[in-house]
T-cell receptor, first 116, second 109 residues
Framework: GAVVSQHPSRVICKSGTSVKIECRSL??????MFWYRQFPKKSLMLMAT?????????EQGVEKDKFLINHASLTLSTLTVTSAHPEDSSFYIC????????????FGEGSRLTVL | QQPVQSPQAVILREGEDAVINCSSS?????VHWYRQKHGEAPVFLMI?????EQKGHDKISASFNEKKQQSSLYLTASQLSYSGTYFC??????????FGTGTRLTIIP
């Protein structure tokens, strides 16, 4: 099956700094990738849809200036959490849609961000 | 528009059966099922596309009702490895996958 790799898996940063998370599709080209956020014991909430070569589409309530998404190539999307604060601490997961009819999602390993 | 799952949590002894339900107020284009272990990303289980469809592999199967507003996931003779949180999901506008509220399944020896 398709493989999506996410890096880093864990990151701890100080409040006010920026953190970049990378999401790569290793064996297929992904024109669209999705970024999810998950709080403990909660469901995955879609933050934004990342489109190769164009601006990301953000879900309602997600600050686009705080969560910068760049999808510069067919295999790489990045999420940058700018000026991170403790409330941004969460589990961030990227995914890419498969090429099949139903378009199952393949997920990266997830990145656990802790902001001190 | 988030699909609602029931039960929210269930504890089973190894070998027992479980049913997890996923309901929507609107007809769904398709329904996906995923399982997530603690601290890990979700893993794809299966997709159902057609009303009335049933499919499965090994001891995990699922159904999609005729009106395409409800899906159920069936776990038979549960194993310890089945523990985790199960999510149904559906594509909104055939573009983005929205996950259900989740069901936490704990299997005890």
């Amino acid at each position: 099956g398709a493989v999506v790799s996410q890096h880093p898996s864990r990151v701890i940063c100080k409040s006010g700094t920026s953190v970049k998370i990378e999401c790569r599709s290793l064996d297929f080209q992904a024109t669209t990738m999705f970024w999810y956020r998950q709080f403990p014991k909660k469901s995955l909430m879609l933050m934004a849809t990342s489109n190769e070569g164009s601006k990301a589409t953000y879900e309602q309530g997600v600050e686009k200036d705080k969560f910068l998404i760049n999808h510069a190539s067919l295999t790489l999307s990045t999420l940058t959490v700018t000026s991170a604060h403790p409330e941004d601490s969460s589990f961030y997961i990227c995914s890419a849609r498969g090429a099949g009819e139903a378009g199952e999602l393949f997920f990266g390993e997830g990145s656990r961000l802790t902001v001190l | 528009q988030q699909p609602v799952q029931s039960p929210q949590a269930v504890i089973l002894r190894e070998g027992e059966d479980a049913v997890i339900n996923c309901s929507s107020s609107k007809a769904l284009y398709s329904v996906h099922w995923y399982r997530q272990k603690h601290g890990e990303a979700p893993v794809f289980l299966m997709i159902l596309l057609k009303g009335g469809e049933q499919k499965g592999h090994d001891k995990i199967s699922a159904s999609f009702n005729e009106k395409k507003q409800q899906s159920s996931l069936y776990l038979t003779a549960s194993q310890l490895s089945y523990s985790g949180t199960y999510f149904c999901g559906t594509f909104i506008g055939n573009e983005k996958l929205t996950f259900g509220t989740g069901t936490r399944l704990t299997i005890i020896p």
